[in-house]
């Protein structure tokens, strides 16, 4: 059983930038592809970005391609997002999920590839 906590979240201004961290618990970490999704209440949960075991794998989708960068250091157990040029439509619950393996460009935006998810951090971008 893996748990995941996500911090990092908060208030910035749009075109600001912010990085969400999650450490993992619980089970082998570089047995797991890990993503971030997220949310605006009332809406379902969005794909942010994905990587690898390894971490030599990333995806994104057009929304946040060429402004948030995943990354992850297994010997810490974590995985990042850094965030930049905020916008307003960015404002959401993100949260951290794991996974098996064996991510491709097409499980990695699906929330059911995910066995294990955080609990979220709100992220608010103001004008």
């Given at each position: 059983?893996v748990?995941?906590v996500?911090?990092?979240?908060?208030?910035v201004?749009?075109?600001?930038?912010?990085?969400?961290?999650?450490?993992a618990?619980g089970g082998?970490?570089?047995?797991?592809?890990?993503?971030w999704?997220?949310?605006?209440?009332?809406?379902?949960?969005?794909?942010?970005?994905?990587?690898s075991?390894?971490?030599?794998?990333?995806y994104y989708?057009?929304?946040v391609?060429g402004r948030f960068?995943i990354?992850?250091?297994?010997a810490?157990?974590?995985v990042?997002?850094?965030?930049?040029?905020?916008?307003?439509e960015?404002t959401?619950?993100?949260?951290?999920?794991?996974?098996?393996?064996?991510?491709t460009?097409?499980?990695?935006?699906?929330?059911s590839?995910?066995?294990?998810?955080?609990?979220?951090?709100q992220?608010t971008?103001?004008?």
């Amino acid at each position: 059983q893996v748990q995941l906590v996500e911090s990092g979240g908060g208030l910035v201004q749009a075109g600001g930038s912010l990085r969400l961290s999650c450490v993992a618990s619980g089970g082998t970490f570089t047995s797991y592809s890990m993503a971030w999704f997220r949310q605006v209440l009332g809406k379902e949960r969005d794909f942010v970005a994905a990587i690898s075991w390894s971490g030599g794998t990333t995806y994104y989708p057009d929304s946040v391609k060429g402004r948030f960068i995943i990354s992850r250091d297994n010997a810490k157990n974590t995985v990042y997002l850094q965030m930049n040029s905020l916008k307003l439509e960015d404002t959401a619950v993100y949260y951290c999920a794991a996974g098996g393996p064996a991510l491709t460009p097409v499980v990695a935006r699906k929330t059911s590839f995910f066995d294990y998810w955080g609990q979220g951090t709100q992220v608010t971008v103001s004008s």
